[in-house]
């Protein structure tokens, strides 16, 4: 069955610290995976987008990582700002239309 | 955000009534996707339309009914409706082609759907 697993569900840090969030997936075929954050009362933002071939990316502050091998993925906030918190998602797109979404973590930053 | 555009925001109704969510997006996409996003689950794709052909249905009842009238637009007909089905309802658009890695999601705010 695909599915795609998020760790931890919840995460609250101070703000200046970093975090890292786990995304673990079992879909097959496998055609790219997705970060979105998505802010209390809005739609979710595409982040980054990872393909097979690559292992990592950066957008701004949010690196994510891509083992394709043990089919896990993480996204490291660096530097975390209040405007972080928010619920993070991890998609894994298996074809056509096909998109295999995890729950998601929640990400609180206190100053 | 005014790529892909959601109203109302927040709608309460009873079981008995008949309503219609609206989305429209801006960005020239050819794909529109409906969503169900209920608290501490994975989003639920519910329909999926591409070039205005409706190309996926995940098994939504029927009191569930999508329409889409061009590119730009995409109803969700809502009618004799179950408590349950309170949830965000999310829409989203994307360019489906042949280009890998451009089926990016942009997603609307969402309607708020509460049933009483």
């Known amino acids: 069955k695909n599915q795609v697993e998020q760790s931890p569900q919840s995460l609250i840090i101070l703000e200046g610290k970093n975090c890292t969030l786990q995304?673990?997936?079992?879909?097959?075929?496998?055609?790219?995976l997705r970060w979105y954050k998505q802010d209390t009362g809005r739609g979710p933002v595409s982040l980054t987008i990872?393909?097979?071939?690559?292992n990592t990316k950066s957008n701004r502050r949010y690196t994510a990582t891509l083992d394709a091998d043990t089919k896990q993925s993480s996204l490291h906030i660096t530097a975390s700002q209040l405007s972080d918190s928010a619920s993070y998602i991890c998609?894994?797109?298996?074809?056509?239309?096909?998109?295999?979404f995890g729950t998601g973590t929640r990400l609180k930053v206190l100053a | 955000e005014t790529g892909v555009t959601q109203t109302p925001r927040h709608l309460v109704m009873g079981m008995t009534n008949k309503k219609s969510l609206k989305c429209e997006q801006h960005?020239?996409?050819?794909?529109m996707y409906w969503y169900k996003q209920s608290a501490k689950k994975p989003l639920e794709l519910m329909f999926v339309?591409?070039?205005?052909?409706?190309?996926e249905n995940n098994s939504v009842p029927s009191r569930f009914s999508p329409e889409c009238p061009n590119s730009s637009h995409l109803f969700l007909h809502l009618h004799t409706l179950q408590p349950e089905d309170s949830a965000l309802y999310l829409c989203?658009?994307?360019?489906?082609?042949?280009?890998?890695?451009?089926?990016?999601?942009?997603f609307g705010p969402g309607t708020r759907l509460t049933v009483l």
């Open positions: 989203a658009s994307s360019w489906w082609g042949t280009v890998p890695g451009t089926d990016t999601q942009y």
């Open positions: 995304c673990n997936y079992t879909v097959s075929p496998f055609s790219n």
């Open positions: 990872m393909t097979f071939s690559e």
């Open positions: 998609v894994v797109s298996s074809g056509t239309y096909k998109y295999i």
């Open positions: 960005l020239g996409h050819n794909a």
């Open positions: 339309y591409s070039l205005e052909e409706r190309v």
